[in-house]
C-alpha cells in the first residue's frame, strides 16, 4: 500500500468524520442490552457513597505537632547516645 501524503490522509479524516451512522461502542451495546431489561437505580452525579464525619481542625494540629514532638525527642536521644 503507498505511502499517503498530509492532504489525502487528512481527506480520510474528514470522509470519516463525516459519516452519518456511527456504530457505538461494545461497552455501550452491553450496557444498552442489559440497562433495557434491568434500569439502573436513579443515582445523583458523583455522589458519595458514605459521608464520611469530618474531623475538627485541632484534632489535625495536634497529631502534627505530636508527630513533631516525637520526631524532635527521638533525634535527641539519638544524639545524646552517639559517642561524638
Known sequence: ??????????FDHTWAN???HK???ARA?????RWKENPPDPAPFRADPDPVPRRSSWVSTAVVLGCVAVVIV???????????
Open 1 to 10: 500500500m503507498p505511502e499517503q501524503n498530509d492532504w489525502e490522509r487528512e
Open 18 to 20: 463525516s459519516a452519518e
Open 23 to 25: 456504530e457505538p461502542s
Open 29 to 33: 451495546r452491553m450496557l444498552a442490552a
Open 74 to 84: 527521638l533525634l535527641g536521644y539519638a544524639q545524646m547516645r552517639s559517642p561524638y
